[in-house]
């Protein structure tokens, strides 16, 4: 491995309107490395890239490539340069050959025809390269997705690349496909290129990087070689706390649950294949359960199982210690289960809608359609909720989409209460709000669960956690891997669990 | 957080410009025919233009009331002219069959219904983009129509049929009435349950609804089949309308009447809100603008132009893209003229 940086970025800052989304970000890769970029949500790693390739010029900072000083206007430039970049969502068309999408934008030929013989020769070559063994007159959309992966690094790499970008490259990928991918990555490293590896898999991480640099809120935490940064210490880098942090839990969350508490919602071996590994989960009333885990690793996904929007390949769910069924959403609310996603704006609002149709839906649903609430009554509930949630809105006719995003999850949030659930599941309920409100919300679970209902609360800040739950299930790799209990639930022990530290060192 | 211009600006209601729209075109009218809007009573019962663009334009209504609740879903139904020929042709063959007026309007709606539900399941359950799924049956339906009729024209001779559209009651035209009827019905059953805001919530947020607890794709499906059931009923108005069922000529290119009346009424392609009030008066425009045409003696064969610009026109200033570009050439415009 030579010392002679391939790439270098110094003081890179990036602003959108306002927000600083990078701030003066170092980052340096050598020859014949594989180079781990990691951070949580908002770190900055998409950003980076994207300056990288040329989607958004920097506000300040320089990038050299091999000594030279290069300013990539447009992917294409950065393309010429020597960078190859292939994105988490394969970006190729489907429809056609593999040998078409590897030439696409370049093919030889003049005058507009194509020299369809050397298109072949030409992708045969770039699979050789990579050692891969596929026709490339196939249909590219008929291969499997780790192929089609591979077709993507093919083409990138055609252009006698110095430096290849791969942009979460094994989210869909399974094991095997994935230890395929490494061999590849392995082979271009000796081959003397430099590998950027984006990615959310610790274990693929430690399996394949030689170094790692972590950003954090759009800053560099620093760089360090793999081997010698404990796992614990890496994952404190990337939430911003120290390993040796064991401040305790603050006293207004510490008020034990009853053992005794009813169960609401039990799964056993309930698992999805590609999404979640099966698990067991009871949910009992009064109790905050948190679920927590870094990003990717199966939080959301446990959640979509419990809700029903997703079937579940194996395993079964009890209500009350009765066998259920939850084919879809409409299911689990009708048996008094309720969802806030975390993505709000997808899976949340109906924009055009007003806060009250918004406020009432769910439980509109829930009664079925013939038997309406009566004008008066939805307009009751609505200032009721939009007083006990402090709900900022001009009217209940305004339109959701017209709210900021607090006000809106409260609106969200005030849906499932109407409906009276004895469940319910909150995806990052705070993701992307303002703290006031935030501080309102945490208010609000502890709330819910002084009446009673079972809490089911995700969220990637290990502080919110701590404070609003009374156990915390810790979710790894797509695998509910432990439990913490009250006792020993304090910010440093949280995070070694997420970072599956005490299984290694 | 304090929001001072958090005060909801009330949006112009797209009603306003469609009022305008039709008192323009009334005005052109006048100009050119002082009598334009005169009604008198002959022969027992109201004669006068305004009242031949209410009998004429019931049939667009109608079609429209169906077409609004499947644009709120997202979707839209090209069939609809084509189920109107199906229709017309079952009921000719149900009348020459001496079945009885109830039978044949009962046959009607099951036809109706029958192709909402096709073109419902291929939406909602099978997940084929509106415009593909109702395509089909769009041009299949000729075929069908071709079928039952066995590539005649059938001749309808039924007074209590031919009633449906032609008829008065105590002097006003039957048809007009009977669909203002079926829209203050829809009216009452969309607004009254939670019917109406279920479909503007699929067509607002599909994913969001579903995960409310809303069947989407039930909601789907029934607006395709009331839709279905509008159409088929339709056809009887145009078999009843010339006496005949032709599956060739029944309903040719109602569907874009119709859906050219929702958009103009304020429902947008895109789903969502939705407003039957809109429509209707958006099928009064549409129906004026045919009747301005003829007694402008424009050839008919001419006449799908204007109403092509009037309809890429509307489409246009929908288009919050489309109006942020005009917006910008003009202020451009008024820079550089400065």
């Known amino acids: 491995m030579s010392d002679e940086p391939l790439l270098q970025l110094r003081g890179i800052t990036k602003r959108f309107l306002g927000v600083t989304a990078l701030d003066g970000v170092d980052f340096t890769l050598r020859a014949g490395e594989i180079h781990a970029l990691l951070g949580e949500n908002g770190a900055g790693k998409s950003t980076l890239i994207k300056v990288l390739t040329g989607v958004h010029a920097p506000d300040a900072g320089t990038i050299t490539l091999t000594g030279k000083r290069i300013a990539p206007a447009s992917p294409k430039d950065a393309e010429q340069a020597g960078l190859s970049t292939v994105y988490q969502e394969v970006n190729l068309i489907p429809a056609l050959s593999v040998a078409e999408n590897i030439v696409l934008g370049r093919q030889p030929g003049r005058f507009g025809f194509v020299n369809w013989l050397a298109v072949r020769r030409h992708a045969r070559k770039a699979l050789a390269r990579l050692e891969i063994d596929c026709d490339v007159d196939a249909e590219l959309g008929s291969l499997s997705v780790a192929l089609q992966q591979m077709v993507a690094i093919a083409r990138a790499l055609d252009l006698r690349a110095k430096l290849l970008i791969l942009d979460e490259p094994t989210a869909s990928l399974d094991e095997k496909e994935v230890a395929e991918l490494f061999g590849i990555m392995c082979r271009l490293r000796a081959d003397g290129l430099g590998i950027v590896f984006v990615t959310h898999f610790l274990d693929q991480v430690y399996a394949i990087s030689d170094r790692l640099t972590v950003l954090r809120n759009g800053q560099l935490v620093g760089e360090f070689p793999t081997a010698s940064l404990p796992r614990l210490a890496l994952v404190g880098k990337m939430l911003g706390r120290d390993v040796s942090d064991e401040s305790g839990r603050p006293a207004s969350a510490s008020t034990a649950t009853k053992n005794a508490a009813a169960t609401v919602l039990e799964a056993r071996g309930l698992g999805r294949r590609g999404a979640v590994h099966p698990f067991d989960l009871t949910l009992r009333r009064g109790e905050v359960t948190g679920l927590a885990g870094l990003l990717g690793s199966g939080r959301t996904e446990t959640a979509r199982l419990l809700f029903g929007i997703d079937r579940a390949d194996t395993g079964e769910l009890y209500l009350h210690a009765q066998r259920a069924a939850l084919p879809s959403p409409r299911n689990a609310v009708r048996l008094g289960l309720a969802f806030c996603s975390e993505d709000r704006k997808r899976e949340g609002i109906l924009p055009n809608l007003s806060v009250r149709e918004n406020l009432i839906i769910a439980l509109q649903a829930k009664r079925g359609g013939a038997r309406s609430l009566a004008r008066a009554e939805q307009e009751k509930l609505c200032a009721h909720y939009t007083a006990a949630l402090r709900i900022k809105t001009a009217d209940a006719e305004t339109p959701i989409k017209n709210l900021s995003g607090g006000n809106q999850q409260k609106v969200l949030l005030a849906r499932w209460l109407a409906t009276q659930p004895e469940l319910i599941i909150l995806d990052e309920p705070t993701r992307g709000i303002d703290v006031g409100a935030r501080a309102e919300i945490e208010a609000l679970i502890a709330q819910l669960r002084a009446d009673g209902l079972a809490v089911l609360f995700i969220s990637s800040e290990i502080e919110e956690i701590v404070r609003t739950c009374s156990r915390v299930l810790v979710m790894r790799e797509r695998r509910l891997a432990e439990e913490v209990s009250t006792a020993d639930l304090t910010p440093g022990r949280l995070m070694q669990a997420m970072a599956g530290a005490h299984e290694e060192s | ?338």
Not at chain 2, 199 to 214: M, Y
């Open chain 2, 1 to 338: 957080m304090k929001n001072p211009d958090s005060r909801p600006r009330r949006p112009v209601s797209p009603l306003v410009w469609l009022v305008a729209g039709l008192a323009l075109l009334v005005l052109l009218n006048l100009t050119k025919n002082p009598a334009f809007l005169r009604v008198t009573w002959h022969d027992g019962h109201l004669f006068g233009t305004p009242i031949d663009i209410l009998t004429q334009g019931s049939r667009t209504m109608l079609l429209a009331l169906g077409m609004t609740l499947v644009i709120a879903t997202g979707g839209v139904d090209l069939s609809v002219g084509s189920v109107c020929a199906i229709t017309g042709a079952v009921c000719a063959l149900t009348l020459q069959h001496g079945q009885s007026l109830a039978v044949t309007l009962a046959a009607a709606i099951g036809v109706g219904a029958a192709a909402g539900l096709a073109n419902g399941l291929l939406v909602a359950r099978l997940g084929i983009q509106p415009i593909v799924a109702t395509l089909i049956l769009m041009v299949a339906g000729r075929g069908i129509a071709q079928l039952v009729t066995d590539g005649q024209v059938l001749i309808i001779k039924h007074a209590a049929f031919e009633f449906l559209a032609t008829g008065f009651v105590l002097g006003a035209p039957f048809a007009p009435l009977a669909v203002g009827a079926l829209y203050l019905v829809s009216h009452a059953a969309l607004r009254r349950t939670a019917a109406g805001l279920f479909i503007e919530a699929v067509g607002d947020n599909e994913t969001a609804s579903r995960f409310a607890g809303l069947a989407a794709a039930r909601v789907k499906v029934l607006a395709y089949v009331f839709c279905g059931i509008c159409a088929g009923l339709t056809g009887v108005l145009i078999a009843a309308n010339i006496g005949a069922a032709d599956g060739n000529r029944a309903g040719e290119n109602a569907e874009l009447d119709a859906i050219f009346a929702v958009v103009v009424g304020g429902t947008a392609l895109t789903g969502g809100r939705f407003t039957l009030l809109g429509s209707l008066l958006g099928a009064l425009l549409i129906q004026t603008l045919t009747t301005t045409m003829y007694n402008l003696g424009v050839a008919p064969a001419v006449a799908p132009v204007p109403k092509a610009l009037v309809i890429v026109g509307v489409s246009l200033l929908q288009s919050e893209k489309f109006r942020a570009l005009v917006a910008r050439a003009w202020r451009r415009e008024g820079r550089s003229g400065a």
